[in-house]
Structures are given as C-alpha cells and as structure tokens.
C-alpha cells in the first residue's frame, strides 16, 4: 500500500489542476518522469455521490502507468464523502485528496475548498469521515489562511489528529488566490509542529525555485509551470534521484523533439477520448509548449485550428520547414 511518510524523498508532485491534469497529461508526465507522484483534476463528491458518469471518468486511470495515483475531492457532506470515498477505494487508487484550498468563488460559496478553512471542525470532520472510510491514505492541500497564515499550524494540526497522512501548502492566502508571491515560510514553521509530510507548493517555475524553497519540507509540488513544460519535473527528479542528468530539459530541445513530445501527448488524448475532444482539449496544452519558441504566434492560431491528429502533424511539419527548425 502506498505510504506517504515512507515514500522516497523528497516527493515530486504534480498538482491537481481542473481542466490539465486528465488522464493525457498524466500519463504524459508518467512517460517523461514515472517518479512523479500524479493527482486527477478535483472531483465532486456530490457529483460522485448522484451517479455522475462524467464525474466517474475523470477518475479512469492506468494502473500500470500512473502510480501512484491520488484522486483529489472537494466537497463539504458526510454522506456524498463516505460514499465517494469507498468508490475511489474500490476503483484502485492510491490515496484521496482533499481540496481544501480552491479559491474560486463558486466552490467557496459553498463552503468547499478554501471555505474550509473558516471551518476547522468541518474540515477536521471530513478528514476523519474520510480516513474511517477507506483504507487508503487520505491527504489534505490547503493554503496559508484565509488573509493570513495566523491560524496555519492549529488548522493543520487539527487535520493530522483526524487522521491526515500528508499535507500540501500551497503559498498563499484565499485573499491572494494567484497573486503576488508565495510565501514559504509558514510551511517551513509547519512541519516543526507535525509529524507528517508536508509538500510545499507555489511559484516552482524552475529547478533553482526548487532547490531554493525546498528546505526542511519533505516535498514539493509543480503546477501551472509544468503545463508546457514538463520537464521542468524530469529536470528536478534527475537532480534529486538521478546522477547521469542525461535527460534533456525543454530549453535544451530542438523544435523537432518538442514536435514529437506533442505528437505524443495528442495520441494519448486521442486514444482515451477520441479525435474530436482530445484535439480540443489539447488546444490549452499547445499555447504552453510552443511558447518562447520563434514564430510561436503564427504556429498558435494554426494548432488552435486544427481538428484532428494529421492535421496537428502536418502543420508542426509545416512549420519546421519553413522555419528551418
């Protein structure tokens, strides 16, 4: 059974992001670093709890490529967590985390995600109906506070005594949501005061921004800079775990190696969701990995075009030759 305490350190995580972290992207960044550890987009447990197919296939997974693999949740109901719970545990995977940290208006207004931090009985409850549940690890990603990171170490502290195995902090406030910068030294004081892992996460753009913020944390984990460039993981896993360094990193890749690493991940989207939604759903995926590349904005609004696989080989081929690539 997958133990986060025991688990090699420190943990490379990819974070849950809705609409990115689908079974394409994961089982791409599985294929370049397999030592990352991989969440889903974030699941409603109500959705779960009325039968929602879509709401069920965002949780499909490849057990032979993706572990392990955590299915995040957010929602505030005993009945709809129990029940989701069991059905994530049944399904196979590796632990369920709960999102306690979204920022958008809609799901705090309801009193999910960063809700949950002005309710730390609420919060600490779910955590224990969770763990009670299932026999899988359950985690908890939260941010510093609500406007300040006052209350940190006692809402943390509260989850770890429900039974939490491992806690992500991402670097900001509810207030801040994605702006200014994260500040990581409230997590730093955190893990002095639990005895479970605990990741850092915010502004990871880099393999220095990792190797700076790492510190006393048993982790750290890559979000929005790893949409275009995964690598950036592959970069901090051969650092941490891996000698040789031999891997290539995305500022070192010819246009050429990027085009086949597109290729790649269209076929997987298209594999698991057919030609016509995984092309559309790769559009977001293209603006990240052609960016800084000369010419990017021309090749953007031609891949934003296209309907199918030949037609994204075609233009990528296309723009090779005429860019000499």
């Known amino acids: 059974m997958f133990d986060w305490k025991n688990f090699r350190k420190p943990i490379i995580a990819l974070a849950p992001m809705a609409g990115v972290t689908d079974i394409s992207f994961r089982q791409f960044v599985k294929s370049?670093?397999?030592?990352?550890?991989?969440?889903?987009?974030?699941?409603?447990?109500n959705a779960l709890f009325f039968r929602s197919e879509k709401t069920r296939k965002m949780m499909e997974f490849d057990p032979e490529l993706e572990r392990p693999f955590i299915v995040q949740v957010f929602g505030a109901d005993k009945?709809?967590?129990?029940?989701?719970c069991k059905c994530i545990e049944e399904l196979g995977?590796?632990?369920?985390?709960?999102?306690?940290?979204?920022?958008?208006?809609k799901i705090v207004s309801s009193c999910y995600g960063s809700g949950l931090m002005r309710k730390p009985e609420l919060a600490a409850d779910l955590v224990k109906t969770a763990v009670d549940s299932v026999s899988i690890?359950?985690?908890?990603?939260?941010?510093?506070?609500?406007?300040n990171s006052d209350d940190l170490i006692p809402?943390?502290?509260g989850l770890e005594d429900a039974g939490a195995c491992a806690?992500?902090?991402?670097?900001?406030?509810?207030?801040?949501?994605?702006?200014?910068?994260?500040?990581?030294?409230?997590?730093?004081?955190?893990?002095?005061?639990?005895s479970i892992p605990v990741i850092g996460n915010g502004d990871i753009a880099s393999l220095e921004d990792a190797k700076d913020k790492l510190?006393?944390?048993?982790?750290?984990?890559?979000?929005?800079?790893?949409?275009?460039?995964?690598?950036?993981?592959r970069e901090m896993c051969n650092f941490y775990f891996d000698e040789s360094g031999n891997l290539k990193n995305k500022s070192s890749m010819t246009f050429e190696e990027?085009?086949?690493?597109?290729?790649?991940?269209?076929?997987?989207?298209?594999?698991?969701?057919?030609?016509?939604?995984?092309?559309?759903e790769m559009r977001k995926h293209f603006c990240a990995y052609i960016r800084g590349f000369s010419g990017a904005k021309d090749l953007r609004i031609q891949l934003m075009d296209s309907d199918s696989l030949n037609d994204v080989k075609e233009i990528l081929r296309k723009f090779a030759c005429t860019s000499g690539k």
């Open 215 to 233: 510190g006393n944390l048993d982790g750290i984990m890559v979000g929005r800079a790893a949409m275009g460039n995964p690598w950036l993981l």
């Open 32 to 45: 370049i670093c397999p030592e990352v550890v991989v969440f889903t987009e974030f699941v409603s447990t």
């Open 79 to 84: 009945d709809s967590f129990i029940y989701s």
């Open 167 to 194: 806690l992500t902090i991402h670097g900001r406030t509810y207030k801040q949501k994605f702006e200014g910068e994260s500040d990581w030294n409230p997590i730093y004081d955190l893990k002095k005061e639990v």
């Open 93 to 105: 995977a590796d632990g369920i985390d709960i999102n306690m940290g979204c920022p958008a208006a």
């Open 258 to 280: 990027l085009s086949s690493a597109i290729l790649t991940h269209c076929e997987i989207a298209v594999r698991h969701k057919g030609e016509e939604r995984g092309i559309r």
């Open 155 to 157: 809402f943390c502290k």
């Open 137 to 147: 690890p359950v985690s908890v990603k939260t941010r510093l506070g609500w406007e």
